[in-house]
């Protein structure tokens, strides 16, 4: 078994900004599909755990960006699993340009969860024999998030069709995505990104609202959460920070 797993993706015109560089929910996409095709290499994948009664959820995410890859060139996505730590499966990743300069980096914590109770279930890559990789891309795991104590209002998304993924959830990738467009909504978006932190909490799906909400932002972060259906709970948390200004 192979404990890295390496995949090429050439930057398409649908995944590239105005500003023609791929945007970081490409990256994101990209993180998730070579996770998605490795986990399957390894005998974890979607249907193997649905055979289970379990599935895979993506609990934390961090990205550090360097230099975004333009439109059409073409990059490398690597990935590996890092262990576990409590109930959380690690993965990381590498993206770098064809001569191996490293563009961006990521790292993620996954939970095992039931299908009917969506309890969290133990996971051991040691008792599945499943080799992993001790490298990581970062000095720790991605962080809990604390909560900031006052918020202000950013905008509501009614989940839509287009938003569900295959277990009939919100993708992750769409949390991010509304993040930014509600950023932007506003001016205040300061320009280019370097790190985002995302903590996913509970899942939503078709007809949900979420009430985008950021704690006072500056210059060089911002923080934003979503309340499902304006109510008390918290279906995620994301830090956003952007490079200084010159």
């Known amino acids: 078994m192979q404990d890295t797993y390496s995949q090429k993706f050439r930057i398409a015109s649908f995944d590239v900004s105005p500003e023609g560089r791929a945007r970081l929910t490409s990256l994101a996409h990209y993180f998730q599909e070579t996770a998605y095709h490795h986990a399957n290499l390894l005998g974890l994948g979607y249907h193997d755990l649905e055979r289970s009664g379990q599935v895979w959820v993506l609990a934390r995410m961090k990205i550090e960006v360097v230099s975004m890859p333009e439109w059409n060139q073409e990059i490398v996505v690597e990935t590996w699993p890092r262990g576990t730590d409590k109930l959380f499966a690690l993965r990381d990743y590498l993206v770098k340009d064809l001569s191996d300069t490293t563009l961006a980096s990521g790292a993620t914590s996954w939970l095992v969860l039931n299908r009917e109770n969506h309890r969290p279930v133990r996971f051991s890559f040691d008792a599945l024999n499943i080799p992993v990789r001790n490298k990581g891309v970062f000095p720790g795991n991605p962080e809990k998030l604390v909560t900031p104590v006052h918020w202000l209002p950013l905008g509501k998304h009614r989940v839509l069709y287009s938003d569900l993924d295959v277990v009939g959830h919100v993708n992750n990738v769409k949390y991010i995505e509304w993040s930014l467009d509600a950023l932007i909504?506003?001016?205040?978006?300061?320009?280019?990104?370097?790190?985002?932190?995302?903590?996913?909490?509970?899942?939503?799906?078709?007809?949900?609202?979420?009430?985008?909400?950021?704690?006072?932002?500056?210059?060089?972060?911002?923080?934003?959460?979503?309340?499902?259906?304006?109510?008390?709970?918290?279906?995620?948390?994301?830090?956003?920070s952007f490079e200084k200004s010159e």
Do not use: H, W
Not at 190 to 219: C, F, H, W
């Open 185 to 240: 909504a506003k001016n205040s978006y300061p320009g280019k990104i370097k790190t985002l932190e995302i903590n996913y909490m509970k899942e939503s799906s078709s007809n949900d609202t979420i009430e985008l909400q950021v704690a006072e932002p500056d210059r060089q972060t911002a923080m934003i959460r979503g309340l499902k259906n304006d109510g008390d709970t918290i279906c995620f948390i994301c830090r956003i």
